[in-house]
């Protein structure tokens, strides 16, 4: 055994009593600060539900067309979907999608800026390296728990921690791509004098769209991951499904749940990719790189 | 060189460039006598550019001919500032590029130097018209403008009805067409090419060569180029530097290279040179009262323009550019010029005497 040099015990009963503080006394204006998530997530939902289930089925399928051009991804989307729904699971899939829609458009909107930032300096890359390799590992329940006692159980937290597992591979494979850009293109912008606002929007995103559209995809699949997790604390979806399935020992229902998540995560899966692939034939990349 | 300050474009003196962590030391270093690979091996600096001092004048095109690693992709970077250099001046029509802001930098890049490059750096998600526009793009030019003036500049390059194509799509002749277009369309007096026809076939770049000139005639642009061939350089230019080891060996008209050259390194080019190509009538012509001959040619025809013209005529006359015969060769003068390297046994080749003179 390792010696007992120090007693952890003081250090733990400060880091839970300051969670104690902040909880007593925060607790109000985080949850008004995460007021915004919540509206956008309700707001997603709303619509989804709202919409009828055939014309989801059909703009999915479209857009599965525009993105290959062929008729095989939109037969897999309207099998899925259309799986989905026989087996009653339509209500539960729509609330999982505004979850994982949710959670993609704040990683978005988060992730973004940070990659370019991580990629225009190698002191902030350094620093936010190893914050991102945390959100990655630390096990999900570590910091459900805090948000749990913050915002209370219910949809916030859930989509706090989908968004914190979700979002690293965007901000990653956002650095990456614009780092990669052929530091040729980029001489010739700079020789023909554009400041670095021009670069960043002109050539850098542009030609590392598709890496970040990867990192979309990444982002997609992860919250999908996390629907069974997050709905311990209060997202319904299929995740409730597949929790209550565990819980009741019902197979069947853990099962057909469980596929739709799989189902779910296909038809994203494949859409997005297909969009990354049209991008890079368009730029032409694809060519470059067999 | 013997030009004036009016008649310069670019001043370059005394740029030395020392890539590594501590330049700044490494150059005292130098300048106290170290040699370039002491330096190297001891401190793991390496010196790009070696007190180079260049002048081109307005008008010309300039080329820098040099092996890889010779510094003359460093040095030309530096005429537009995409390298810092450790020490050294550089001026651009008079104004000093390095005491520029950076705000006056990007305005000096939009609008007074253009760039060719080896790779193109071409736009890949952009059309020949978009990329051709860019320049005036990032200067401000509204959209229909910019298009008349690329649609312009991409008819002259020959790429007409190919506006709409992705340089994907393009050969890399055409390609690097539209990399011309894109630095012509800008309009400026300067225009750096740097390797710029190096990654063409033969026939292609020949080709571009011979474009390049004739619209440098019409132009009148000021035009430094670097490259590695020293045929293209002896081709294309009006005057010809030559870098090895970051400094400059040999600077003057090609065939003052070809016929004086400095060192056993220009020599060993001009051993393997076209020499018809590099030597003009006018240094090798008989002067003095002549006849006026039956057939004649302008004072910078070259020795390889004049050699099928013998197969008829035993004179041909030599014109100023007003049209007077100032001059006049034979075949044997030719010959004797173009023979009097290449005839010459290796091992009674001496560099130093050559160098002396």
């Known amino acids: ?290 | 060189m013997t030009t004036s300050p009016a008649e310069r474009a670019i001043h370059i003196e005394g740029v030395t460039k020392i890539f590594g962590p501590a330049p700044q030391q490494a150059l005292a270093a130098l300048r106290g006598g170290m040699s370039k690979t002491e330096l190297q091996t001891e401190t793991g600096h390496v010196v790009g550019l070696d007190d180079v001092s260049l002048d081109v004048a307005k008008g010309q095109i300039h080329v820098v001919m040099g092996l890889s690693g010779s510094g003359k992709s460093t040095l030309i970077r530096h005429v537009n500032r995409l390298i810092e250099p450790t020490a050294g001046a550089i001026r651009v029509y008079g104004s000093n590029v390095l005491e520029m802001s950076r705000e006056q930098l990007r305005a000096f890049r939009r609008t007074r130097v253009a760039m060719v490059f080896q790779k193109f750096g071409l736009l890949p998600h952009r059309s020949v018209l978009d990329n051709v526009g860019y320049g005036l793009e990032v200067r401000g030019v509204r959209r229909v403008e910019r298009e008349a003036e690329a649609r312009k500049w991409i008819e002259i390059v020959g790429l007409a009805g190919y506006e709409s194509a992705l340089p994907r799509q393009l050969s890399g002749g055409q390609q690097q067409r539209v990399g011309l277009a894109r630095a012509l369309a800008l309009d400026t007096d300067i225009i750096l090419m740097d390797e710029a026809f190096s990654a063409l076939d033969p026939l292609i770049r020949s080709g571009m060569q011979d474009q390049l000139v004739s619209l440098q005639k019409t132009l009148s642009k000021t035009i430094l180029f670097i490259t590695h061939d020293f045929d293209e350089a002896l081709k294309i230019g009006d005057r010809v530097a030559v870098l090895k080891d970051g400094a400059v060996q040999q600077e003057g008209r090609p065939e003052d290279i070809v016929l004086n050259p400095a060192n056993e390194h220009i020599e060993e080019f001009v051993r393997d040179v076209n020499k018809a190509r590099a030597i003009r009538v006018r240094t090798i012509m008989e002067t003095g009262p002549a006849e006026p001959c039956s057939i004649a040619v302008p004072a910078d025809a070259r020795c390889e323009d004049v050699l099928p013209l013998f197969a008829e005529h035993q004179w041909v006359g030599v014109l100023d550019a007003a049209g007077q015969q100032i001059g006049r060769v034979t075949a044997r003068r030719v010959i004797g010029a173009l023979a009097r390297h290449g005839a010459r046994p290796p091992a009674a080749a001496e560099p130093a005497l050559e160098a002396a003179q």
């Not at chain 1, 916030?156 to 052929?182: E, H, K, N, Q, W």
């Open chain 1, 1 to 290: 055994m390792f010696p007992e040099l120090i007693d952890t015990k003081p250090l733990r009963r400060a880091v839970d009593d300051a969670l104690g503080w902040v909880v007593t006394n925060w607790g109000g204006a985080f949850e008004a600060a995460a007021r915004p998530l919540l509206l956008l997530l309700n707001g997603i939902e709303a619509l989804l539900l709202a919409t009828p289930w055939w014309l989801i089925i059909g703009l999915l399928t479209a857009i599965a067309w525009l993105a290959t051009r062929r008729w095989t991804l939109p037969a897999i989307v309207l099998v899925s979907l259309v799986f989905l729904g026989l087996m009653e699971l339509w209500k539960d899939a729509m609330s999982t999608t505004a979850l994982m829609l949710a959670a993609t458009l704040t990683a978005i909107v988060l992730s973004i800026p940070m990659g370019v930032w991580m990629s225009r300096s190698g002191r902030v890359r350094q620093v936010i390296t190893p914050v991102l390799d945390l959100m990655q590992t630390l096990p999900s329940f570590v910091y459900l728990i805090p948000t749990v006692m913050i915002f209370g159980p219910g949809k916030i937290p859930a989509l706090i921690a989908t968004i914190v597992y979700a979002a690293p591979p965007l901000v990653r494979l956002t650095d990456l791509g614009l780092r990669s850009v052929d530091p040729a293109i980029m001489e010739a912008s700079r020789a023909f004098g554009t400041n670095p606002t021009q670069r960043l929007l002109g050539v850098q995103i542009p030609l590392a769209l598709p890496t970040i559209l990867a990192g979309i995809n990444q982002t997609t699949m992860m919250a999908l991951a996390m629907v069974v997790i997050a709905s311990m604390i209060g997202a319904g979806g299929l995740g409730y499904q597949v929790l209550q399935g565990i819980g009741r020992l019902e197979v069947s229902r853990g099962l057909f749940a469980g596929l739709g998540i799989v189902v779910l995560a296909i038809v994203f899966d494949r859409i997005t990719q297909a969009f990354g692939k049209q991008l890079q034939a368009r730029i032409g990349l694809s060519e470059a790189r067999a």
